[in-house]
């Protein structure tokens, strides 16, 4: 499961970009670790190794977080096994919705500033990362989380990349039921992510 969520499918990339710090390089690091191998990214360059090193600590923070674990519990048959991937992309559909509770900056505004970031370090970003970073833009994945179309669509293009079928496609159900629930979780959880790191060095 977790190997799952870590090199293939975890999602919540808005979350790491709010938690990056305000530079291309850093914020591109902070989602490398979800697009390539780590014996592809052990050669980038410093700016972009401590973005990878913040996506690290908030991963970890997040996997024993006993909210995290509470939203997980959320989650029965047949969806279960699928839980880690679900709980990101549905905290990530919060954030999106409530985003001027966090940033004064408009999430459009915000979204438009990370895109434009990707043409000019193409060079320093392997191809198979770059490949998703594009595939990120074109298809305005960030602006979308913030509706349950957007998340449908998301956890369908999900779906698409397993060899075999899997419910997660349908997922967004799991979202709708507990709704309330999961914004709860949400809303608690991420002011402790926040405070972790601020409060912690990378």
Do not use: C
């Amino acid at each position: 499961m977790n190997y799952l969520r870590r090199y293939f499918l975890r999602m919540n990339w808005l979350a790491h970009l709010y938690l990056s710090e305000p530079t291309a390089a850093f914020r591109i690091g902070n989602l490398l670790p979800d697009l390539a191998p780590a014996s592809v990214l052990s050669a980038m360059l410093p700016e972009f190794r401590r973005g990878m090193a913040r996506h690290r600590r908030i991963d970890a923070f997040t996997d024993r977080n006993p909210i995290f674990r509470q939203s997980l519990a959320r989650i029965e048959a047949p969806y279960r096994r699928y839980g880690g991937i679900l709980v990101d992309v549905f905290y990530d559909h919060f954030l999106a919705r409530d985003w001027p509770s966090f940033s004064s900056q408009p999430l459009p505004a915000f979204v438009s500033e990370v895109y434009a970031s990707f043409e000019p370090l193409r060079a320093e970003i392997p191809p198979l990362a770059y490949h998703r970073l594009e595939q990120m833009r074109s298809g305005d994945w960030l602006n979308s989380y913030g509706d349950l179309k957007g998340i449908s669509v998301t956890l369908t293009r999900m779906a698409a990349r397993f060899s075999r079928p899997t419910p997660i496609a349908d997922g967004v159900t799991v979202l709708e039921e507990h709704y309330e629930s999961f914004h709860s979780d949400f809303m608690t959880f991420f002011p402790e992510l926040v405070v972790h790191v601020a409060t912690h060095p990378d």
